[in-house]
């Protein structure tokens, strides 16, 4: 008896999440808009848009216009009413997104400001998102949390940052950070929080591999509207294959690795250290920039094709390179399909839907989601 209780509450807790989401996607829509296209009973939705009004996570914006019969009511998600910040956190950097319950980006900034694992650094954090917050306008009564994204393993299990190279850290748990934030705190890897937020905000969200080209290279298995974790939260760690035998020396300690061949510093690096100079020069064919993209296209393609033959599915490029790869995804794809053993049907290569602030804004909407799952 008792299970079937909690049954019904699950499937009335599963309709409500379906009514609110497709309003969140939709725009202003009306009950029988609803019912028809999410095909749930008229006095079902109705009942759920009612409770959801009374939450105040919906409101009714006027009639919409007649198509026969009485008007119906306009139905609009308070987008506002909810807001989460994500907190990417990189070697000398920190990026604030603001974001409301359809994922749009309010307010962005990156600031430069090199990590270190020490009181003085989480305070000036934590004053530095104050302000973001003040110069958001943001109502701290609609924060919902802080979705914080540290490049490196972050062990949901045991509740820490198992450790980071780039960041020369190990062993931090969650708590000797959230400490220093007067918000709940959410934590999660970099290239999951990439992943993250192409996936959840993605119109279909199928099953994809987050190729995160950012000044280390990582990424993540995004499937069914969740991130793959792993055994050990190392799941997509592609930085760290093999691409090369005894190759370059990795931040890692190890020869070889993707990352000691694909990190967007070995692009930026050969143009003052900014990635925008970089591309601007291979656009103009500046000849040092043409041949350096080849040779970073030559490896990234033997990565691709490896990524894809373990997994078949589509391979999405992001982080900081994968911001400005729209113009290259022919080149790229050309070098891609001469290593693949089998004929593709269809390109399987896609940039990266979002160019600033991801990872921040994948760490935000983690926050949001923890929310609308459970209304
Ligand atoms: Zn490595």
Not at 95 to 119: M, Q, S
Not at 124 to 142: C, P, Q, W
Not at 184 to 195: H, I, R, V
Not at 219 to 238: H, M, N, P, T, Y
């Amino acid at each position: 008896m008792k299970k079937q209780q909690v049954t019904n509450i699950e499937v009335k807790k599963n309709n409500r999440n379906r009514v609110f989401r497709y309003i969140c996607k939709h725009g202003t829509v009306s009950n029988p808009d609803i019912a028809y296209e999410i095909k749930m009973s008229l006095p079902t939705v109705t009942q759920i848009t009612k409770e959801l009004i009374r939450q105040g996570l919906v409101e009714e914006t006027g009639e919409l216009e007649s198509t026969g019969g009485r008007r119906a009511k306009a139905l609009s998600a308070a987008v506002n009413v909810k807001l989460a910040v994500g907190l990417d956190i990189t070697k000398n950097h920190i990026t604030l997104v603001l974001t409301n319950l359809t994922g749009e980006i309010l307010k962005y900034v990156r600031i430069f400001l090199p990590y270190a694992h020490k009181e003085e650094y989480y305070l000036r954090v934590g004053e530095e998102l104050e302000s973001f917050l003040d110069e958001a306008g943001a109502d701290r009564g609609k924060l919902l949390g802080v979705g914080i994204s540290f490049p490196g393993i972050v062990d949901l299990d045991s509740k820490m940052l198992a450790y980071s190279h780039i960041l020369g850290v190990e062993g931090i748990r969650f708590d000797s950070v959230s400490r220093y934030f007067p918000y709940p705190c959410y934590f999660l890897n970099d290239a999951n929080a990439g992943a993250y937020a192409e996936g959840i905000l993605a119109e279909d969200q199928e099953r994809f591999f987050y190729l995160s080209l950012s000044n280390t290279v990582g990424g993540a298995i995004f499937s069914d509207k969740e991130l793959v974790q792993g055994k050990s939260f190392r799941c997509g760690e592609v930085g760290h294959m093999t691409v090369i035998p005894d190759g370059k020396t990795c931040y890692c300690g190890k020869n070889g690795c993707l990352d000691a061949y694909c990190a967007a510093w070995q692009l930026s690096d050969a143009a003052d250290g900014k990635l925008e100079k970089f591309f601007d020069l291979l656009e103009q064919k500046n000849q040092t920039a043409v041949q350096l993209w080849d040779e970073y296209t030559d490896y990234l393609a033997v990565a691709i094709n490896n990524i894809h033959m373990v997994l078949d599915c589509h391979i999405i490029l992001g982080g900081y390179v994968g911001s400005y790869i729209q113009p290259y995804m022919s080149g790229i794809w050309q070098k891609v399909s001469a290593r693949n053993t089998f004929a593709e049907t269809e390109q399987y290569l896609k940039p990266c839907r979002y160019q600033v602030g991801t990872a921040a804004l994948g760490a935000a909407m983690n926050v949001m989601e923890i929310f609308i799952e459970q209304i």
